[in-house]
């Protein structure tokens, strides 16, 4: 009984460690992509689905924000856990969206290879990002078995 009650301990303390670390580090990974998102050339900010993938990263920055100074009380990590959650589920069809975003661009507008490089710049760059916050949510969520 004894080792049971000093993991859920550990869980704890680990959970608070882990809340406390991403209440910093995901508000500033999403600001980066975010600003960017709003250097990509006009015509494809305009794109629908780029206009979709923009407002999740808004919303998901501003829900993440909501923990900035709050104490890291059982309620706060159990609401912060599904919070995340929800944006891991929010962001799950990224990849698809932006690339309907980028086909959208294509056809509405003749694009040079020096745009069309610059969008795979920054296509590389929003993907590596997008892995890096998954798997520290995914980290956060599974192991700390977000219900």
Known sequence: MHLFLDVIAGLSACQHKSFVFLRKELPVRLANIMKEIRLLPDNLLRMPSV?????????????????????????????????????????????????????????????DHQVENSIQYFLDRFYMSRISIRMLINQHSEFLICT
């Open 51 to 111: 206009n979709l993938v923009n407002d999740w990263y808004v919303r998901s920055f501003e829900e993440i924000l909501e923990y900035e100074k709050t104490d890291a009380s059982d309620e706060v990590l159990d609401r912060f856990c599904q919070g995340l959650v929800k944006i891991r589920n929010r962001h799950t069809d990224v990849v698809q969206t932006m690339a309907q975003g980028v086909l959208e661009l294509k056809e509405s507008h003749k694009i």
